[in-house]
């Protein structure tokens, strides 16, 4: 694993502990040689995350729209910032640049990134892992309600199991280095009713 994404907030959030994971994920990638991709931006656990890197030597490519660009929200201190001319750009171009996938806390732009590219996974468009750091119990609803979709029919066996749950920097890196993408088909049934 050479890149990792990671989808978070452009925002800090209101516990100081997002804040503090993301530090603590972005040292834990640069001592383990893993580059950094990510949206680009200063602000949030974006920006906190990126400065991690950078402070521990590590790569970092920031993959920005002109229109965040436009309203400063830019990396300064990023020298491999790709500019890019629309968010759907901004995300095939971070999926192509990485080996995985991970989301810190963030809201629903967070979400919507991570939600597409596991579902690329399940559509069987790459094999790479995709992981959540549940920091502080942030994600645990989610995980109960990805439970719930898969009790009730709507994920197909074995494609909850795409998705990583890991409250540790250390032990998601393991899970997601030791990762392999299960064969699950994409079957749509036609409904009898």
């Known amino acids: 694993m050479k890149r990792l994404c990671v989808f978070c907030g452009a925002n800090p ?80 171009l971070m999926a192509d640049l990485s080996d995985g996938f991970v989301a810190l806390p963030g809201g629903v732009g967070t979400l919507e990134e991570l939600f597409e590219v596991w579902t690329w996974a399940h559509l069987g468009l790459h094999a790479k892992p995709c992981a959540l750091l549940d920091v502080a119990g942030f994600y645990s609803g989610l995980g109960r309600f990805l439970d719930h979709i898969e009790g009730e029919g709507f994920l197909r066996s074995g494609v909850r199991d795409m998705l990583l749950i890991e409250r540790d920097p250390a032990t998601m890196l393991a899970a997601m280095r030791a990762y392999r993408a299960p064969m699950v088909p994409v079957r749509l049934t036609r409904d009898e009713t």
């Open 13 to 92: 959030g209101l516990d100081p502990v997002y804040r503090s994971a993301a530090r603590d994920l972005g040292t834990t990638l640069a001592e383990a040689g893993i580059g950094l991709v990510f949206g680009g931006g200063s602000v949030g656990l974006m920006g906190t995350i990126a400065d991690a890197v950078l402070e521990a030597k590590g790569e970092v490519i920031g993959v920005i729209p002109q229109t965040l660009v436009d309203r400063e929200l830019a990396h300064r201190r990023v020298a491999d910032l790709r500019i890019v001319s629309s968010m759907h750009e901004r995300k095939a």
